[in-house]
């Protein structure tokens, strides 16, 4: 099958059923009556904090092999807690009321080694206007050795993508801090640049950052505690390798797998759904629910509230998720929710079935 080329943005359809703005109201309402601002604010504090103490940890006990990978260890967790809690509502403005202060908090990503300047474009213009959508979701368009969307095209390789993958996603972060932001930076084809240009002074942040992320978890600790290169970069790939797992657990089970929609416009640019129902059909929630989740996680379980409502914090995602699972119901809508392992079996299916050259789905769309 050869791969549709999509030019033209793609446009939703308008709302012809359920009204989005009674929804809204209400969801407006139980926010206004459960104000939890101020946990976002422990957390905006919390987290980085304990990702100094991790730190320091590292270069005052690090002589002891048990403390030296520990603490690698938990910068990996730490990093991921960061982002779920921090630079992830930072990004949408929710923190604080105070733009700038959000604004400040979406920076931390850069000292954790991702550009946050483009991330906030993938993320925001790309990934929430368009998800699932092939060559406008920068989320899934992050590697050729992967094909997620059964519309793409297919090469000899990707019929054992199945097998493969799993063994390379523990490189997963490398990928994105080492390679992707460089390729959104310095290739012109890539998804980037259909919705902005990078200011020259990014550049100089993108250099700058990576050096420093590099510097104060390799080099800094090599020289501070005296260890040989092979024990500092050891420690440094349990780091990443750690962030990686956790972070694909959260990103790859609320829209990669057999269940979610595909949805493609046409020749010119129509999508088949409105924006609403668009995220209901590319979205599920995860049905593990426990206060780890909730506090330490971001409430991630709660995805489809993330995505239709992506200007309220996380802390508000239980309360509000009951109201749009009855909303869909009334409506005729599709509400997705399924254990965490359901979901990656989900998207173990989805690599095997996208590892023919057939589109599977090609029958429903």
């Known amino acids: ?32 009556n459960s104000p939890k601002r101020n946990q976002l604010k422990i957390k905006a ?17 690090g002589k002891n092999p048990l403390v030296f990978y520990s603490s690698y ?33 979406v920076h931390f990503f850069d000292f954790l080694g991702a550009n946050s300047y483009v991330w906030k474009i993938r993320h925001i213009k790309l990934h929430h206007t368009y998800p699932n959508i092939m060559n406008w979701d920068s989320d ?95 420690g440094f790939v349990v780091m990443v390798f750690t962030a990686s797992f956790i972070s694909l657990l959260v990103l790859l089970s609320p829209h ?22 668009h995220q209901l059909r590319c979205t599920n929630d995860i049905s593990n629910d426990n206060f780890f989740i909730r506090f330490f996680m971001g409430s991630f379980n709660y995805h489809i509230a993330h995505h239709l409502f992506p200007d309220i914090a996380h802390v508000y995602y239980p309360q509000i998720t009951p109201v749009i699972e009855k909303f869909a119901k009334e409506n005729g809508l599709e509400y997705r929710k399924m254990s965490l392992l359901e979901s990656l079996r989900g998207h173990y299916r989805l690599l095997k079935a996208n590892a023919f050259n057939e589109n599977i789905f090609e029958e429903t769309m």
Not at 2 to 31: C, D, G, H, M, W
Not at 45 to 61: D, G, H, N, W
Not at 196 to 217: S, T
């Open 45 to 61: 504090v919390l987290f980085p904090l304990l990702y100094i103490a991790a730190y320091s940890i590292l270069l005052i006990y």
């Open 140 to 234: 899934f368009e992050q590697s050729p050795l992967v094909r997620v969307f059964p519309q793409s095209e297919f090469k000899k390789f990707h019929k054992y993508q199945y097998i493969y993958l799993p063994f390379l996603y523990p490189l997963y972060l490398f990928n994105w801090l080492l390679v992707r932001d460089f390729k959104d930076f310095f290739k012109k084809d890539v998804l980037v640049r259909k919705v902005a240009e990078i200011p020259k002074k990014e550049y100089f942040k993108l250099f700058f950052f990576k050096a420093v992320f590099l510097g104060y978890l390799i080099f800094i600790p090599k020289f501070v505690l005296d260890l040989p290169w092979l024990n500092v970069i050891s």
């Open 1 to 32: 099958m050869e791969e549709p080329t999509i030019t033209k943005k793609p446009i939703y359809q308008r709302p012809k059923k359920a009204s989005f703005r009674k929804l809204r109201s209400e969801v407006n309402r139980i926010v206004k």
């Open 256 to 277: 990669a797998n057999i269940n979610s929609d595909f949805p493609q416009p046409d020749g010119k640019g129509k999508m088949p759904y409105n924006w609403m129902e």
């Open 73 to 105: 260890f938990l910068l990996g967790i730490l990093l991921i807690l960061i982002f779920l809690n921090l630079i992830h509502d930072a990004v949408h403005g929710v923190i604080f009321k105070k733009r700038w202060l959000n604004d400040f908090c």
